[in-house]
């Protein structure tokens, strides 16, 4: 400061103590001393007040953040016990499954402290644990639980939570029961969907030391929980687990009047009495002491806690020792001074005829000494103090941490000086809110600001105060609090990520399809890893082939050196790791991948068991954040269950489909009509055999495939194979046709003829149309199925053949023999083996199969593309009686190709007998895919006498699948069959 400034003051100050009374000099001070006290005494108090708060309001946030964890760990253990009550399995008390389902599902739940799973049936009775398989059969329909969750609706949100013998004091050791009903998804039903519960219990220690126990804001600091009975469920003094916290207060009306407040769910911050906690003991001692207590509700379905977190306000206090320290410094200084200038006054009173110029000497001095020991104590504080002018800003006086922080800033303004990019004074300088109306300062003002120079977070204090020129002025100090505001992001964050990883578990938890599952992580990892390159590979159970994933499709690898390579590559790895020399190469990966840069592999195991890898190909400029990668691996360890079940849903799927399609074709024939599964059987256990065969069914059926697949299936397949029909031949040539004829054995016989027995030695004879020929030519044909020997027409030499004999006809032979027109000998004779093959109409599965064969067939001989069928054009197909069977179908599907001439089959292009709808169906038109599905079942389950896994093997599909169409067509079995299951 300015000396002449100084000397000119203290010279004024003098003069004006000369003139007045050593009474009023006294006086005056006593009352300057008392303003000062009160003034210090009330920026200790406001420090204080905004102290506790501040740190009241971080308890608080605890306090919340704690309640939503126990909400997100009671909804996800319920959710999980919803999703695993749903399972139809389960509902129908399928012991296998169940079990199976219970001991993969108890080893997931462990995460969540889960202790064991179990199911009540309707009335009460454990039918099944996952770890107590000695309380199976109990009842437990007196549980509070149980009838609680038998009133519940179906798709309430709600559980059920009650504790297990809670009493005495050792209630941390005490159970948990979380409960959920399970209901039949049969919404049409007369009866009652409810056919039992599903729980679990987890001991309460175990979640206390999750998400209780480690919430201490300080150091003597801690949580605790009650119930909506104000029952003591945590507390660091295990001695009053189980104790009734109203109770324990009763010594302490504040405290009492907080725990009725939580009780009634509310949130709040406040300041109690309570004993004093001691770390070395872990108890309360007799001692009491002031607490500050934050405390929030917690909804757990329809039972309420509530936690509250608290902290001893003397340890709170310490924290701002030093601020106090410099206040009483600051304070005692200036008190001090006042003391020192007043007696200098009434010294000089009594000494005026002293030299005015030595004392004007002597009072600059000490002021310039006081001046000097104010800023040196301004100077050692931990913080930023400036002081400005207010009405220019400009800064005249900085202190050595603010100019440490932001250099030389004397003389700017200090909108300029301390932060970036600003154009004018910022709000927070506004004079309207450090002047009252009279121009006069009001009081201090709080806020909290992010500094765009350092990007540092400071706690502020400011408020107008007279300098000692008398200008008003405004002082500012400033603390920084960043490392707080960076935990409460942390906090924030750390909160943001939990709710996404649980939500991510719960998604893929009830996805049922590897696609799916494999899909919706890449695309919730996509943001995590900030990259659009990830390719998923979950192996098989067999390890001979694995599925390759992305966002948008799953392709099956069943190459053996793709195999190998994927092998190789991942031998013996069980963490992550990064690979720069990028280790993964197309075709494993797509071609769109970055050719430079680095590749991180993340495992996933299950089971300590490696079924699979993400591959998270990068840029050369990018690096995957070390947090993402970390919180990806967890996710994919938390999931790695449900992938591989997954994974294992999708090898079923892909081997039942192989198996249909394996099954639909044999040999040439058509069909996976369960019909055509079991000739498809027969032909393959009759081939290798010599027996005869007779072949049976309608005009168009196929017999001639069916005698053909069993020659080609037999040893005699390159042999030949000779076809007769015997309707094509009049009574004498059809004997000469058969056995040859000698020159000159009838009129027109010029030469010898050898019959198609002798031409088909060594191989097989099928004669189509059997119920055709001549009683003399059956007596005949009996005598070479006996003997294997016959003569030539007109001839005396005996010929010995080896074949086998093959017939078949569209009569009822039997019926024929009762009328004489057959001979019975020969008919058992040919009967040996009995081949029926079905019409058409009794299969109508597969007609849409037969069509798109034929029409793919006639499509390549005719040279034109046909996209297939219309909707309507496959429902006519369906509908037609076929009494031509598979032929008209065939000679159908090739006379609508014909007139197509490419595009999609329309009802136009069939044939008039089937593009016209008879007067019989028309009104009929739809439903009848659906009428022929059920019908088909109700066949099934009526031939396998309701056996269900007879019945889904039978079609092709599996338990599951035929459980959903049962359902769907509303089938139940007969009262017989109900009543024995």
């Not at 290798?688 to 065969?693: C, E, F, L, N, Y």
């Not at 010029?750 to 097989?764: C, D, I, L, N, P």
């Not at 034929?854 to 001989?861: A, I, L, P, R, V």
Request: hydrophobic residues 40%; contains cysteine; charged residues 25%.
């Amino acid at each position: 400061m300015n000396t002449i400034l100084i000397k000119s003051i203290i010279q004024l100050k003098i003069n004006n103590l000369v003139r007045i009374r050593r009474r009023n000099v006294v006086f005056g001070t006593f009352i300057l001393i008392a303003v000062v006290l009160f003034v210090g005494h009330r920026s200790f108090e406001l420090m204080e007040q905004a102290t506790f708060k501040d740190f009241n309001q971080h308890q608080l946030i605890l306090a919340k953040e704690a309640a939503s964890g126990i909400e997100m760990f009671f909804e996800n253990l319920s959710g999980a016990l919803k999703i695993l009550g749903n399972i139809p399995e389960i509902n129908h008390f399928d012991e296998k499954i169940t079990r199976q389902l219970l001991k993969h599902e108890i080893h997931e739940l462990k995460r969540f402290c889960v202790n064991d799973i179990g199911i009540l049936d309707t009335k009460g009775i454990l039918r099944f644990s996952a770890e107590a398989r000695e309380l199976e059969g109990k009842e437990f329909s007196w549980r509070n639980y149980y009838q609680k969750a038998k009133q519940m609706l179906p798709g309430s949100s709600s559980y059920i939570i009650e504790f297990i013998e809670f009493k005495g004091v050792d209630v941390g050791q005490k159970g948990i029961v979380v409960a959920v009903p399970m209901f039949k998804n049969e919404p049409h039903s007369e009866t009652s969907n409810f056919v039992g519960i599903i729980l679990c219990t987890l001991k309460l220690d175990s979640m206390n030391e999750k998400l209780i126990a480690q919430l201490k804001p300080s150091a003597n600091g801690h949580a605790f929980l009650i119930d909506h009975e104000s029952n003591i469920l945590w507390m660091p003094d295990r001695k009053q687990f189980g104790g009734n916290l109203l109770q324990n207060a009763e010594a302490f009306p504040s405290f009492r009047r907080t725990v009725t407040q939580m009780l009634a769910g509310s949130t709040d911050m406040t300041e109690i009495d309570y004993y004093r906690f001691d770390e070395s003991t872990a108890a309360y001692t007799e001692e009491k002491e002031t607490k500050l207590l934050a405390f929030v509700p917690i909804s757990l379905g329809e039972m309420q806690w509530s936690v509250g977190i608290w902290a001893p306000k003397m340890e709170v206090r310490e924290r701002i020792h030093d601020a106090y320290i410099n206040h009483l410094l600051l304070v005692g200084i200036i008190i001090i001074t006042l003391l020192v200038a007043s007696a200098y006054i009434i010294v000089i009173s009594l000494n005026y005829n002293k030299s005015l110029k030595e004392e004007v000497a002597l009072k600059t001095t000490e002021f310039k000494d006081s001046h000097e020991r104010l800023l040196t104590i301004l100077d050692g504080l931990d913080a930023m103090v400036f002081v400005a002018d207010i009405e220019t800003y400009d800064i005249f006086f900085a202190n050595k941490y603010l100019r440490d922080q932001f250099g030389d800033v004397i003389g700017r303004p200090c909108w300029q000086a301390l932060q970036s990019g600003q154009t004018g004074p910022c709000k927070f300088c506004s004079n309207s809110n450090l002047l009252g109306l009279d121009g006069l300062p009001t009081g201090a003002r709080v806020w909290e600001v992010q500094n765009t120079i350092n990007n540092q977070w400071y706690i502020v204090y400011d408020r107008a105060i007279s300098w000692v020129d008398g200008r008003i002025v405004r002082l500012e100090i400033a603390t920084d609090i960043t490392d707080r505001k960076n935990m409460e992001e942390e906090l924030r964050q750390a909160h943001k990520e939990m709710g996404t990883f649980c939500q991510i578990i719960k998604q893929v938890s009830g996805r049922q399809t590897l696609g799916s599952v494999g899909a919706y992580l890449l695309n919730e990892l996509r943001p995590i890893l900030n990259t659009n390159h990830m390719q998923m590979f979950i192996f098989s159970s067999d390890r001979n082939s694995f599925f390759s994933i992305s966002e948008k499709n799953i392709a099956h690898i069943e190459n053996p050196e793709m195999v190998q390579t994927i092998l190789a590559l991942l031998e013996g790895l069980n963490d992550l790791i990064i690979a720069p020399a990028k280790p993964f190469i197309p075709p494993l990966i797509p071609d769109t991948f970055p050719t430079k840069g680095r590749q991180s592999i993340i495992p996933i195991l299950h089971q300590n068991q490696l079924c699979g890898v993400l591959v998270v190909a990068c840029p050369k400029e990018c690096l995957c954040p070390e947090k993402g990668l970390e919180m990806a691996a967890l996710i994919l360890a938390q999931t790695a269950g449900a992938i591989t079940r997954a994974a294992f849903h999708e090898e079923e799927v892909h081997e039942l489909h192989n198996r249909i399609e394996h099954t639909a074709e044999f040999r040439g024939i058509i069909g996976k009509d369960p019909k055509m599964q079991v000739i498809y059987k027969l032909i393959e256990d009759i081939a290798p055999t010599d027996a005869s065969v007779l072949i049976q069914g309608e005009s168009g059926t196929g017999k001639e495939l069916v005698a053909r697949a069993i020659h080609n299936q037999s040893p005699r397949n390159n042999k030949p194979f000779i076809v007769i029909n015997c309707s094509a031949y009049p009574e004498t040539l059809l004997e000469s046709e058969l056995f040859g004829h000698e020159k000159g054995a009838f009129t027109g016989a010029v030469r010898q003829k050898t019959g198609r027995f002798e031409q088909a030695h060594g191989g097989t004879v099928f004669l189509d149309e059997i119920g055709e020929i001549s009683p003399s030519a059956q007596i005949k044909l009996l005598r070479v199925l006996q003997t294997h020997k016959f003569e030539r027409l007109g001839g005396e030499q005996t010929i010995s053949v080896d074949i086998r004999l093959l017939a078949a006809t569209n009569k009822e032979l039997l019926q024929e023999v009762k009328n004489g027109n057959f001979r019975e000998d020969l008919f058992y004779r040919l009967n040996v083996i009995p081949v029926h093959l079905p019409a058409l109409k009794t299969r109508r599965n597969d007609i849409p199969l037969l069509a798109r064969h034929f029409q793919q067939k006639f499509s390549t001989e005719q040279g034109v593309e046909i996209r297939g069928f219309s909707s309507d054009t496959m429902r006519r197909l369906l509908e037609h009686p076929w009494p031509g069977n598979v032929r008209e179908l065939e000679n159908s599907i090739e006379h609508a190709v014909v007139i197509a001439k490419g595009g999609r089959i329309e009802i136009s292009h069939l044939p008039n007998a089937l593009s016209e709808l008879p007067s019989s169906l028309a009104g009929s038109t739809h439903g009848t895919m659906l009428e022929n599905e059920k019908r088909l079942l109700m066949e099934i389950l009526q031939e396998c006498d309701w056996n269900k896994k007879q019945a889904a093997q039978q079609l092709g599909i599996s338990r599951s699948t035929l459980y959903a169409k049962l359902k769907k067509y509303r089938i139940k079995p007969p009262l017989t069959h109900a009543a024995t299951n």
